[in-house]
């Protein structure tokens, strides 16, 4: 299946089903003189707009790597998305607007039967391009069609008010118009507020899944000359475009072309099942040295008197040097960080006077196991 053509056949499919909305709409708002209505069909025409730019978005995002953008384009359909958040907020905020100027105008609507008909069509056919976009959006993880697909099922709920309001309307004249395009109004710059704020998480870079995260460690760790798999890093840059590294702890007797073999199988697992392109970093690791296996045993004490420490790794002594490295992962939750840091790493030159500790502090990235 081409993803790209796919979501601009279901935005298509989008723009014509908003047009006719917008134009059945439109008729039956003017000629009932309700603003509800008309600011309905003008919500239907920023759909339509939207799913024009994911079209445009879609595209643009499909463009080639070069020179200046070398990760490619991908990161384009986010801003689409923030886009169409725009739109929707300004399609919020005039509703809200002309809602309360018709409430002090006291502009007063008129009903039909065919009316009813039109805006209970209307309802349906919305909860169809809803739930058909929020389908496809998440088949083909496109966060503009699942932007598009939350709108529309906003849409059909506010249509159903605007259809309650009408019948209420006509047969106890109660007048609910004004009512009603605020409470549209305030639906529509909610539903704004969360595709903006969704577009903006991807585009500032979120974590890894969790689940994700997990798989892939378990996956790496599956060779057998991996002793454990940390630091693992992922940036998406779109759709099937993921650059990222990790480092996995290895013997340290291992000959360069055994860790080159093991790294380049990686990677290609990685790809192959993942479309993630990795870089393979090396912990070299000394398990089988006493002195080592004690050093680290100390260091884990310490460690365990801080809750928010959540990983130790990289761990090795380097005898020649009388130098022992290691990492340590906190909880984002932790504050006092260096404080800690510190602590630990005056209590293990305070046990081992004769050696040089080298501490790097991680965050972390990615679901630490």
């Given at each position: ?41 003008v919500n239907n ?54 809602s309360i100027k ?237 404080n800690i840091k ?28």
């Amino acid at each position: 299946m081409n993803r790209e053509k796919e979501i601009v056949k279901v935005s298509f499919i989008g723009i014509i089903g908003n047009v006719l909305l917008v134009v059945f709409k439109a008729i039956v708002g003017i000629f009932a003189h309700s603003v509800s209505i008309i600011l309905d069909a003008v919500n239907n025409l920023t759909d339509a707009l939207s799913s024009g730019i994911t079209i445009v978005g879609t595209k643009l995002s499909t463009k080639r790597p070069d020179k200046k953008h070398p990760y490619g384009h991908g990161r384009v359909e986010y801003l689409t998305s923030a886009i169409i958040a725009v739109i929707i907020l300004a399609a919020g905020g005039t509703a809200i607007y002309e809602s309360i100027k018709s409430l002090i105008d006291k502009t007063e609507a008129t009903y039909e039967i065919y009316s009813f008909v039109i805006i209970g069509v209307a309802v349906l056919v919305k909860i169809g391009l809803g739930l058909f976009f929020r389908y496809k959006g998440k088949k083909l993880r496109s966060e503009p069609l699942k932007g598009s697909g939350i709108d529309a099922l906003f849409d059909a709920i506010l249509s159903l008010s605007t259809l309650v309001g009408a019948i209420i309307s006509k047969y106890t004249g109660v007048h609910l118009e004004g009512y009603l395009g605020i409470l549209i109004g305030l639906f529509i710059l909610k539903s704004g507020i969360d595709v903006l704020r969704s577009s903006f998480s991807l585009i500032i870079g979120e974590r890894i899944d969790p689940a994700l995260s997990k798989q892939l460690k378990e996956e790496i760790k599956g060779f057998p000359e991996v002793h454990g798999v940390y630091d693992l890093i992922v940036n998406n840059y779109g759709e099937h475009r993921s650059i990222g590294s990790v480092h996995i702890g290895v013997d340290e007797t291992l000959q360069a072309k055994e860790i080159q073999r093991i790294e380049r199988e990686i990677q290609e697992l990685v790809f192959t099942k993942y479309g993630i392109i990795l870089t393979v970093g090396i912990y070299a690791e000394n398990q089988s040295n006493e002195l080592a296996v004690k050093i680290k045993e100390a260091l884990m004490q310490e460690v365990r008197k801080y809750p928010t420490i959540l990983q130790i790794h990289g761990f090795y002594l380097d005898e020649a040097k009388k130098t022992v490295t290691f990492d340590i992962v906190f909880d984002f939750e932790e504050k006092d960080y260096q404080n800690i840091k510190n602590s630990i790493l005056q209590s293990l030159q305070e046990a081992y006077p004769n050696f040089h500790f080298v501490c790097v502090i991680d965050q972390d990235i990615s679901l630490s196991i």
